[in-house]
């Protein structure tokens, strides 16, 4: 395995502990373990400010709570002479640009941005789906959060609703249906280290 390049691409429930495991497997591994970064690396390649990718990240969860209507990620970028330049769908397109050149050269772990979808023409993927029973999920946040259980109900229902939201949007598809993954972990009935030890166990059934 550490032969070969290798991206995962994590998708998951709030709560679910999806970024603690792929923190645990790039660290064990070596490699990086790119989330939020990927907005200043696309940033970087873009000349977009990095605040107005956060900005569009922000104004992107807002609006897509109260509408159905998707833009299906294609590739295309548009050029710095168009108005949309810096429009929300650009900016996603700049970080499916970054993600597709990191997957040319090196294994990494990658956590949402819909990589899974962005990168499904890559051999080297493995996208993966973790996922949790609610009441488990809700004494996570509560305690990552230090929250009500009210709230941190809330705050899993808006933040599931938003991803869901999101996905579609950027994909067609639906969230969290298993069609669109490698692999599905429940870490209501698995420990962190056992998803580690079975995606391992999938890379090396995968890659030899």
């Known amino acids: 395995m550490s032969e070969k390049r290798f991206v995962l691409a994590l998708t998951r429930t709030c709560g679910s502990g999806a970024t603690i495991i792929g923190k645990m497997f790039a660290e064990k591994h070596g490699i990086d373990f790119y ?3 990927i907005l200043r690396m696309a940033s970087d390649d873009s000349g977009i ?7 569009a990240d922000e104004t992107t969860k807002k609006s897509l709570l109260y509408h159905v209507t998707q833009k299906v990620y294609s590739g295309e970028i548009i050029p710095p002479e168009s108005p949309d330049y810096t429009k929300n769908d650009n900016l996603f397109a ?19 941005r819909a990589a899974d979808y962005v990168l499904r023409d890559f051999p ?29 109900e809330k705050h899993i229902l808006d933040m599931d609703k938003y991803r869901r939201a999101y ?12 069609y669109n993954y490698d692999l599905c972990l429940n870490t209501g009935e698995l420990s962190y280290e056992q998803c580690v030890e079975l995606v391992e166990h999938y890379l090396q059934v995968k890659f030899g």
């Not at 400010?49 to 900005?55: I, K, N, P, T, V």
């Not at 996905?167 to 298993?178: D, F, L, N, Q, V």
Request: charged share 35%; aromatic share 12%.
């Open 35 to 37: 989330d939020k970064k």
């Open 49 to 55: 400010s990095e605040e107005l990718f956060a900005r």
């Open 94 to 112: 700049f970080q499916a640009k970054v993600l597709k050149e990191l997957a040319e050269r090196e294994s990494f772990v990658c956590i949402g």
């Open 124 to 152: 080297n993927v493995v996208s993966i789906f973790v996922y949790a029973p609610l009441e488990k999920c809700i004494q996570t946040e509560m305690k990552r959060l230090d929250m009500s259980r009210k709230e941190a």
């Open 167 to 178: 996905y579609r949007y950027h994909t067609g598809k639906e969230w969290e249906s298993p």
